[in-house]
């Protein structure tokens, strides 16, 4: 149960009673919440705020109505006005003991929002697959999987989605820099011809040999593709290359299929070691040999939202290729853009955004209701755009929400950690989760907003500290369950029928207050698209839990487990049982295993019952 709804619904129910007349929709900004400060009680309310205008009525007045008829509820101890119209009530202790049951009950489904009826569509990671997976798309990846996992907690249907960005220039380099190391191969063979010679005369300077050979620049040169160049020899041999040494007709794009695949296979076993299982792969380059943006372009064109135009220069420094011409636009202005969009080149091939409208119009056919897209920070400017694209293409009935996550500096003894080898230019995601494991790395992705920067210290995240949040909530829930094995492993059923008056002391209370305020959490987090709040939840209850497991040590009063006392032990199992339960359900949400014991090392300590 989720006790701010049900007070809300109080709330709601005195104000009725209170202003008959009130029409619902006066109600529909009331919240009940946590109080800023928690020594004003359970729970604050703004509804005297929100209700007093068009009730008539000055907020202080009402506030004060209201307390009268909250205070009568069997489960508010008290309902106090305060500032301008606001409301503070605190619960009664019985009311706030029975919460622990209806977890037990619950296991960990506890939290779980009613279904909804949305279908929402979660895109994230996305990388252009032209070489390992780094550490920005980890971000990426954790902040869009828990995301995803935390609305399908909310109640809604979720649909993890990876977008194959395999159309493009990128990906046209990708396969010619896989054409250079089949050519490295075949010269390495033997193979027949001036390139090759050249190629085995010089081996230190095969990338410049090609470059200046093909007329152009190799924007790839990682180790990574040595094993594509080997399987698309092996495959297709010296028919890649004419007599000239230039790619033979056929053979970029045999190339670029190639590496696409074979880097798609490494991204998936990427995503995998990380705990990331996307429900659907889309092709970039499927979606429009389908028609999607044609479609898209028609559909707009339709609705008098598609033009031939010319565009303002660029805002600041003009570039100095810059000139004017007719373009193919779209009329994204009149859904809040800064300036329309270009759809086609003025050579009439479809531009990056126009590919993107292909996508989205899938999305929308497909029948979602809500998109949510993970991008990185310098995708910010792209936000505007594409949520006019979606507004038009859908008659502003599907919503588009884009989270922008920030770049992740990883440092090793206070110092930025040299690049990959392997990669040529950055740290790999492998690279990360064989340094300190894939719970450390999703937990502590999580534990800065996604727009910020954030430092990634590998020395700090294996530590075994308060300071190391990834520690601080594991060894509460081995702690957990070190003091159930000592008391057998009682079952939920047994717990939830445990006398639980004994729990009275301030630390037990606020404990059973912060589980009570999962359902919650889960709720706000979602709305907000947020999933960070989680790894600051389950923090704090970790903190509550070390807090009381701590004060055990001090008072044998406060222990876990007291023989002499079976009442009261069976009450504190009943709570620790509960703790654990919600630590599990948030651990969910983040994509992180919870452990059965934990050692610190520091101490040379295992987590043994209180």
């Known amino acids: 149960m989720d006790i701010f709804a049900a007070l809300r619904a109080r709330v709601i129910a005195a104000l009725a009673e209170l202003l008959p007349e009130l029409p619902p929709e006066a109600t529909a900004k009331v919240t009940v919440e946590p109080p800023r400060d928690p020594s004003h009680g359970d729970m604050a309310t703004n509804a005297a705020m929100v209700v007093a205008k068009p009730a008539g009525i000055a907020p202080p007045k009402l506030a004060a109505a209201l307390a009268e008829k909250l205070a009568a509820l069997p489960e508010v101890e008290s309902a106090t006005p305060a500032g301008p119209g606001f409301l503070n009530l605190r619960l009664r202790a019985d009311y706030v003991r029975a919460q622990i049951p209806e977890v037990l009950r619950a296991g960990e489904a506890f939290g779980q929002g009613a279904a909804t009826g949305q279908r929402v569509n979660v895109e994230y990671v996305s990388a252009n697959p032209t070489g390992p997976m780094h550490v920005g798309h980890c971000r990426g990846a954790v902040v869009g999987d828990a995301l995803a996992n935390l609305l399908a907690k909310a109640g809604h249907a979720v649909t993890k989605e990876y977008y194959i960005n395999d159309a493009g220039a990128q990906v046209q380099a990708l396969g010619q820099a896989a054409l250079w190391r089949a050519a490295e191969v075949l010269a390495a063979q033997g193979a027949a011809g001036l390139l090759f010679d050249a190629l085995r005369a010089a081996p230190a300077e095969a990338r410049a040999t090609i470059e200046a050979a093909w007329g152009t620049t190799l924007q790839y040169g990682g180790e990574y593709l040595v094993p594509v160049g080997a399987a698309l020899a092996a495959r297709d041999g010296?028919?890649?290359?004419?007599?000239?040494?230039?790619?033979?007709?056929?053979?970029?794009?045999?190339?670029?299929?190639?590496?696409?695949?074979?880097?798609?296979?490494?991204?998936?076993?990427?995503?995998?070691?990380?705990?990331?299982?996307?429900?659907?792969?889309?092709?970039?380059?499927?979606?429009?040999?389908?028609?999607?943006?044609?479609?898209?372009?028609?559909?707009?064109?339709?609705?008098?939202?598609?033009?031939?135009?010319?565009?303002?220069?660029?805002?600041?420094?003009?570039?100095?290729?810059?000139?004017?011409?007719?373009?193919?636009?779209?009329?994204?202005?009149?859904?809040?853009?800064?300036?329309?969009?270009?759809?086609?080149?003025?050579?009439?091939?479809?531009?990056?955004?126009?590919?993107?409208?292909?996508?989205?119009?899938?999305?929308?056919?497909?029948?979602?209701?809500?998109?949510?897209?993970?991008?990185?920070?310098?995708?910010?400017?792209?936000?505007?755009?594409?949520?006019?694209?979606?507004?038009?293409?859908?008659?502003?009935?599907?919503?588009?929400?884009?989270?922008?996550?920030?770049?992740?500096?990883?440092?090793?003894?206070?110092?930025?950690?040299?690049?990959?080898?392997?990669?040529?230019?950055?740290?790999?995601?492998?690279?990360?989760?064989?340094?300190?494991?894939?719970?450390?790395?999703?937990?502590?992705?999580?534990?800065?907003?996604s727009d910020a920067q954030m430092e990634f210290d590998l020395d700090r995240v294996v530590e075994q500290s308060r300071d190391n949040p990834v520690f601080y909530v594991q060894y509460a829930h081995a702690r957990i369950r070190s003091v159930l094995r000592a008391a057998g492993d009682p079952g939920p059923d047994s717990l939830a029928a445990a006398p639980l008056e004994t729990l009275s002391d301030p630390a037990e209370l606020a404990l059973i207050r912060r589980i009570a305020a999962w359902p919650r959490t889960v709720e706000a987090a979602a709305a907000a698209r947020e999933p960070h709040r989680i790894a600051f939840y389950l923090n704090d209850l970790a903190g509550d839990f070390h807090l009381l497991w701590n004060r055990g040590r001090d008072d044998a009063t406060l222990r876990f487990i007291r023989a002499e006392e079976p009442q009261s032990t069976q009450a504190r199992l009943a709570l620790v049982a509960a703790t654990g339960v919600v630590l599990r359900s948030g651990m969910a949400v983040m994509g992180v295993t919870p452990v059965e014991e934990l050692r610190d090392e520091r101490k040379g300590e295992s987590a043994e019952p209180a």
């Not at 890649?240 to 053979?251: E, I, K, V, W």
């Not at 190339?255 to 070691?273: G, N, P, Q, W």
């Not at 929400?401 to 992740?408: A, G, M, P």
């Open 238 to 449: 010296a028919a890649l290359f004419d007599a000239d040494g230039r790619p033979a007709p056929g053979a970029a794009d045999a190339a670029r299929m190639l590496a696409v695949s074979m880097m798609m296979t490494e991204i998936r076993a990427d995503l995998a070691a990380l705990g990331v299982q996307q429900d659907i792969f889309i092709s970039e380059a499927e979606r429009v040999a389908a028609g999607d943006l044609d479609r898209a372009e028609a559909i707009l064109n339709g609705k008098g939202l598609v033009y031939r135009g010319t565009l303002e220069p660029p805002k600041g420094k003009t570039p100095d290729d810059w000139e004017p011409r007719e373009q193919t636009l779209f009329r994204s202005t009149q859904f809040g853009d800064d300036t329309d969009r270009a759809l086609r080149k003025s050579d009439g091939s479809g531009t990056y955004f126009a590919n993107d409208l292909a996508n989205h119009l899938h999305k929308i056919d497909r029948g979602f209701d809500a998109l949510v897209h993970v991008w990185g920070a310098d995708h910010g400017g792209y936000v505007k755009r594409m949520k006019a694209a979606v507004a038009a293409l859908s008659d502003s009935r599907v919503s588009l929400d884009v989270v922008l996550t920030q770049i992740v500096h990883v440092l090793k003894n206070g110092e930025p950690v040299r690049m990959s080898k392997r990669a040529g230019s950055y740290i790999t995601l492998s690279d990360l989760i064989d340094e300190v494991g894939r719970d450390a790395v999703r937990f502590t992705m999580l534990t800065r907003k």
